[in-house]
């Protein structure tokens, strides 16, 4: 976990964002929800070396008979050597020899989820609010938030 910590945190802070771990509350978090998918088989942790040095991680865990990749994490040096997609091509080999059928990206529109994918999958989400004023207002913030969210990862995309 804590490979995945510095090196989900290192890709994100290359492009100038925060990445998820950067504070304290959620790396707990994500250990707690670790250690409780380790006790039951469900946790799967990969972690790809070069030369003995970490450059790819990928957090995810199994269930049934698919398997969910949570977060991944990878050195910003070696991305043009594609360490993310070679530690993946062994994720899904290994899944495979285990009887999983299916791998699950989850959430996220990523270039590199549509190479590897042949179908996509949306998640709806519907916001109910109370009437008033306040309610409204919160409303709105919720819908620039998301708005604005989009907006930033469209201009990192172009920025690639």
């Known amino acids: 976990m804590q490979f995945l910590f510095e090196l989900h945190q290192k890709r994100w802070e290359s492009r100038g964002l925060p990445g998820i771990f950067a504070n304290q509350r959620s790396r707990d978090f994500n250990l707690d929800i670790a250690k409780f998918l380790f006790h039951r088989k469900w946790l799967c942790l990969f972690l790809l070396r070069l030369s003995g040095k970490p450059v790819s991680v990928a957090y995810g865990f199994k269930y049934r008979s698919k398997f969910y990749e949570y977060i991944t994490g990878l050195d910003p040096e070696y991305k043009k050597y594609n360490v993310g997609n070679l530690l993946r091509a062994h994720m899904i080999s290994k899944l495979i020899q285990e009887g999983l059928t299916e791998f699950d990206f989850?959430?996220?529109?990523?270039?590199y989820k549509d190479r590897w994918n042949t179908l996509t999958r949306w998640n709806r989400q519907a916001i109910l609010t109370r009437k008033g004023i306040l309610a409204g207002v919160q409303h709105r913030l919720h819908d620039e938030y998301w708005y604005q969210g989009n907006r930033?990862?469209?201009l990192l995309k172009m920025k690639q």
């Open 106 to 111: 989850m959430r996220g529109a990523e270039e």
């Open 152 to 154: 930033l990862k469209s």
